[in-house]
């Protein structure tokens, strides 16, 4: 005999006689609760949801890890004769990581109507590994961007968006912290992901570094897989499929677009031009990879501590304008005028802390925007597709705007005057976008 069905925000749950379940401050429990026949592991803690979230946390820090370290491939690239002084380089990295982020308002919605098949989901995943192997046989820029960039991408989001739906059922009330945790986990492995590149590139070259690469993702994420469960039974769920929709009339919804969507445009450039910057002021490449391990400590730190301010009773108006303006200060300032290893030292944890703190707010954002539980992970989705056009385009605007000459005495070394110029801008709008527009918005309760 078929049990029946309740839903629960974005998803539906077959129910059975009544055991009781954890105590937890969402709809989902509400409804489930007196229903099931096995009690749900508690939410905001307990073996389960860290077993899960230190599971994303390593997913995280290498698949992701692995494009935010193409500053340093980057680098390598430009040097080789048959892409010397091609300025859309950097389209490669910017495509894979641009592809994640703006396929979040499809993935989002697909995932919520195929929820019982997440598990499948992150099993694909490895296609962005093939396309390592791929890339290891490519000869040319549009290849590269079709392997290492497209094909990346798109394995990427198959399997990260299942699993950011997981942590949301497991993670309610300290979502902010479980975020901030998550996507600090990049910066843990920045920090020796581009020493690791830079010296396999050096030694090996291209091919054989994509194809070691693309191995020990394998073998370390793979056996790992099986840990990776939702809250919720498996086997009873079957998305819905609807989404409420009326946060796009919210006002905090088109200002915290606007405004991460100005981040966006700008936040990307630093990595991308940090380790060339260093090299054309007469620094070796080892201290340009450096530079990133050192910008993606403090990305650490900084994703951890915003997301933790933002469970707290704060503005996330307030937390994003103090991260973004710090960011566009540092960016005028200590990049700009550096023409010493030690001066971009302390930009790269200055730019890394507050930079990436930013990020770290898209989580609250969404609560803060619709405390509707599919609408809030919605705008989160549109939170990612707004950075991820930033992302896109960091690649061609930062091509179009480089310029042929280097000079050390001149401002941002003459060559990236122009990059670091937009970038500070792009930083500054966005702190002044919300500053101006978004006072009384973004302070939402904690059970939220």
């Not at 945790?181 to 843990?188: D, K, L, P, T």
């Amino acid at each position: 005999m078929s049990q029946p069905a309740i839903e629960l925000g974005d998803q539906v749950v077959a129910t059975g006689p009544s055991q009781g379940t954890q105590d937890c401050p969402t709809q989902q429990d509400e409804l489930y609760n007196g229903s099931s026949q096995s009690q749900l592991p508690p939410c905001d803690g307990g073996r389960a949801a860290w077993s899960l979230l230190l599971t994303a946390f390593v997913f995280e820090a290498l698949l992701w890890g692995f494009p935010l370290s193409f500053g340093v491939f980057q680098n390598y690239y430009s040097r080789l004769p048959q892409f010397k002084n091609d300025p859309f380089v950097s389209v490669i990295g910017t495509t894979a990581s641009g592809i994640a982020y703006l396929a979040a308002p499809i993935s989002i919605p697909l995932i919520r109507r195929f929820a019982n098949y997440r598990r499948q989901m992150i099993w694909v995943g490895p296609l962005c590994l093939m396309g390592l192997v791929a890339g290891s046989f490519a000869k040319s820029l549009p290849t590269l961007i079709l392997t290492q960039g497209v094909m990346y991408g798109v394995g990427f989001i198959i399997f990260y968006y299942p699993i950011l739906s997981m942590i949301n059922e497991y993670w309610i009330a300290r979502r902010g912290m479980a975020y901030g945790f998550v996507c600090s986990a990049s910066g843990v492995s920045g920090a020796a992901m581009p020493l690791c590149l830079e010296a396999l590139l050096a030694r090996y070259g291209y091919a054989t570094t994509l194809r070691a690469v693309a191995v020990a993702l394998f073998v370390t994420t793979g056996p790992l897989i099986p840990f990776l469960k939702g809250r919720l039974p498996e086997a009873q769920v079957s998305g819905s499929g609807r989404t409420d929709w009326t946060f796009l009339r919210a006002r905090a919804f088109w200002i915290y677009s606007a405004s991460n969507l100005a981040m966006g445009l700008g936040y990307f450039l630093p990595s991308l031009y940090l380790p060339s910057y260093a090299t054309s002021n007469g620094m070796s490449a080892r201290k340009g990879a450096l530079l990133l391990a050192i910008m993606s400590v403090a990305q650490v730190l900084g994703q951890l501590s915003f997301g933790y301010l933002s469970d707290r009773s704060l503005s996330i108006s307030l937390l994003a304008v103090i991260a973004s303006l710090t960011a566009a200060a540092a960016s005028y300032t200590c990049w700009g005028l550096a023409h010493t290893f030690g001066v971009l030292v302390g930009f790269s944890l200055i730019y890394g802390f507050f930079g990436a703190g930013y990020t770290a707010l898209w989580g609250r954002m969404g609560t803060a925007i619709s405390g509707e539980p599919t609408a809030a992970f919605t705008a989160f989705g549109l939170l990612n597709a707004g950075k991820g056009v930033g992302n896109i385009v960091a690649g061609p605007i930062g091509g179009a705007i480089l310029t042929s000459t280097v000079n050390i005495h001149r401002y941002g070394s003459m060559r990236y005057e122009a990059v670091v110029l937009f970038t500070g801008s792009c930083m500054l709008i966005s702190a002044a976008t919300l500053a101006l527009f978004g006072r009384k918005i973004g302070r939402r309760s904690r059970s939220q």
